[in-house]
């Protein structure tokens, strides 16, 4: 299973994801899901990938090869010189489009479903960093202001922490920390996502790759973050007022024996 | 949507349900999903059901004939003379089955799926407290010391926070808590599931119903403990150290300008 969220804040963008891979529960091996790509000075863009890895990884060797052709016909279409993040986020759908046409046949012929999906975010000289999702039909969507997260994988588990306060506003090294709680709270309910997290934190009009972490399982960040969070928690439930049942005096628990 | 939780606890057990049924975005109504059956000093049996409300409607109507055949015909098995939790989790598998062959064809025939899921818990007599999960084919698991809780719906966005603190020694009224938070967690990040909240605690070996509430959307117990809840999260989040990027020796968004 796979975890990718990916945080627009007014001072960047945040983006985590795990890096557990499964087919099947006892095959579960480990492969990174951000790539990054950046022309310092001009745009930074980092991609996420949810889905079968053999698609991804054949999305990403499509990106490989135009960047390469790209090298030696200058204006070949790649993906880091279209003119803004939407185009960017275009053409990483249409490299799906491409793999659609290579693959989806055989597979659906065995019942495997065409499962892929992007986040593509970053920024490009000239507009403010932005993040987008790309479908597995290769179109695109964006976050906003008022809905400025995005999450692709297993979702659930980490959305609630994201939900009560991660807005917008919320300072960049913030948006960090929310960013490994919603991640934590994903491993902790699904042993199928996991360790090692990749993060980059990228800062607006910086165009460069400056803030990026790996966090294995043993890291004392890690471990660090999950004893606070737990402990904070289990104080924050106690500190939460009784129910009091209608027609009763009495606590359930608390009486005299 | 849905979302029924039961806990298990050393005091007791709690019995938690929305009450908001959707068939489509356009089409929500308020239909109870927990019911309580009771032979006072003898048995409390509370039941939940999620999925197709037409299947759980029935499955209660078919307990209700039962019921009002056995006043008729003493002996005559129905849902509270069953020797034990286990064989009442059963008969409710039973009667889940005496649907399947009423309508599950003609479900199936109009691409419908089969659809219930059943939450049974409460004390028999002579044993102590149980919660068992019936399927949709009628077969049973209940819930252990080690694994202290099922959830039947929209499940996903209530567990981390049951992950995090909530075991079988917990206290009933504590229990309480984390059931609310459980259910308040859903209801932020899926509309379809909301307010009324139906919520029974029962505490063991007083075999009858005396913890019962309903909290309507308005009601000021649920507004205390969301604000409290969002102001201590977001105090909590504030409160953890700040991930340090490797190689790097500022954080994101601190510059100096």
Redesign the interface.
């Known amino acids: 299973m796979t975890y990718c969220l990916s945080l627009l804040c007014k001072?960047?963008a945040v983006f985590l994801s795990d890096s557990r891979t499964s087919a099947g529960m006892d095959n579960i091996t480990i492969h990174p899901k951000m790539r990054l790509y950046s022309s310092p000075g001009e745009r930074v863009i980092c991609l996420m990938t949810s889905g079968n890895l053999s698609l991804t990884q054949t999305v990403a060797a499509l990106i490989d090869e135009d960047s390469g052709r790209a090298v030696k016909e200058p204006g070949f279409p790649h993906l880091l010189n279209q003119p803004t993040m939407y185009e960017t986020a275009r053409y990483v759908g249409l490299k799906i489009r491409q793999v659609e046409s290579l693959d989806r046949n055989a597979l659906e012929r065995d019942r495997y479903s065409f499962d892929i999906n992007i986040l593509v975010g970053g920024q490009v000289i000239g507009s403010p960093p932005e993040i987008f999702r790309v479908y597995p039909q290769g179109n695109t969507m964006h976050a906003d202001h008022d809905s400025p997260f995005l999450q692709i994988g297993e979702f659930?588990?980490?959305?609630?922490?994201l939900?009560?306060?991660f807005t917008y506003g919320t300072?960049?090294?913030?948006a960090?920390?929310?960013g490994?709680?919603s991640l934590e709270?994903t491993m902790?309910?699904n042993v199928s996502v996991g360790t090692p997290f990749d993060?980059f934190?990228y800062?607006k009009d910086t165009f460069e790759v400056?803030?990026?972490?790996r966090?294995e399982e043993g890291d004392p960040?890690m471990r660090?973050?999950r004893k606070?969070?737990?402990d904070?928690?289990?104080k924050?439930?106690?500190?939460?007022?009784?129910?009091?049942?209608?027609g009763?005096e009495t606590?359930?628990?608390?009486?005299m024996e």
């Open positions: 001072q960047g659930k588990y980490g959305k609630p922490i939900d009560r306060g300072p960049l090294a913030e960090v920390k929310f490994v709680l709270a902790k309910s993060i934190c800062e400056k803030y990026r972490s966090l960040y660090t973050v606070k969070w737990q904070g928690l289990s924050l439930v106690a500190q939460m007022p009784c129910l009091v049942f209608q009763v606590q359930p628990g608390q009486r």
